[in-house]
Antibody, heavy 121, light 111 residues
């Protein structure tokens, strides 16, 4: 059974940093792209970043470029999101999602339960 | 403002059929990028409902179907059930933004 378990969320002040983790199990982690997707309170879904199987390619939504860094450790079956210079608008539930390279439009075929990040003074 | 446009809400009585539209542009759906649909039940993580415009993952009832034409896509739910009450999102890729994009989401209410 595919399982994705996020951790590391919490309350942080504007300008602060936080590192999210996602522990994967039930599939060959090193064979899949992985992504972070976020959802602000009461709002819709927003793709944040994704990373290739070997970490050689990384992509970000414009609003987080230069502030967030996605990484992975295939030996530990883990995905990470380092978030720096956090802003109030980064407040959201952050989901880890297994990403399937379907044709020219990747999709998210399994999701974790999410971890809440709150940026507030 | 989302790149993919969905109606904020739709509703239907049990047993009825409802459709949810997803309107894009020439840089995403109209450019041939596939559309995927997700269901998010209240208080839970999203779940893949339809992939590749019209394909159902294993375990998804055939009451759910979807199609794509031109710059738009649509999700249809027949034989509406109370358990279908959820938020539904379409998703694709946008070449102008070089980003994976979602619709704003549609809240389905079963009357």
């Amino acid at each position: 059974e595919v399982q994705l378990v996020e951790s590391g969320g919490g309350l942080v002040q504007p300008g602060g940093s936080l590192r999210l983790s996602c522990a994967a199990s039930g599939f060959t982690f090193s064979s899949y792209w992985m992504s972070w997707v976020r959802q602000a309170p009461g709002k819709g879904l927003e793709w944040v970043a994704n990373i290739k199987q070997d970490g050689s390619e990384k992509y970000y939504v414009d609003s987080v470029k230069g502030r967030f860094t996605i990484s992975r450790d295939n030996a530990k079956n883990s995905l990470y999101l380092q978030m720096n210079s956090l802003r109030a608008e980064d407040t959201a539930v952050y989901y880890c999602a297994r990403t399937h390279s379907y044709s020219r439009s990747p999709l998210f075929d399994f999701w974790g339960q999410g971890t809440l990040v709150t940026v507030s003074s | 403002q989302s790149v993919l446009t969905q109606p904020p809400s739709v509703s239907g009585a049990p047993g009825q059929r409802v459709t949810i539209s997803c309107t894009g542009s020439s840089s995403n759906i109209g450019a041939g990028y596939d559309v995927h649909w997700y269901q998010q039940l209240p208080g839970t993580a999203p779940k893949l409902l339809i992939y590749g415009n019209s394909n159902r993952p294993s375990g998804v009832p055939d009451r759910f179907s979807a199609s794509k034409s031109g710059t738009s896509a649509s999700l249809a739910i027949t034989g509406l059930q109370a358990e279908d009450e959820a938020d539904y999102y379409c998703q694709s890729y946008d070449s102008s933004l070089s980003a994976l994009v979602f619709g704003g989401g549609t809240k389905l209410t079963v009357l």
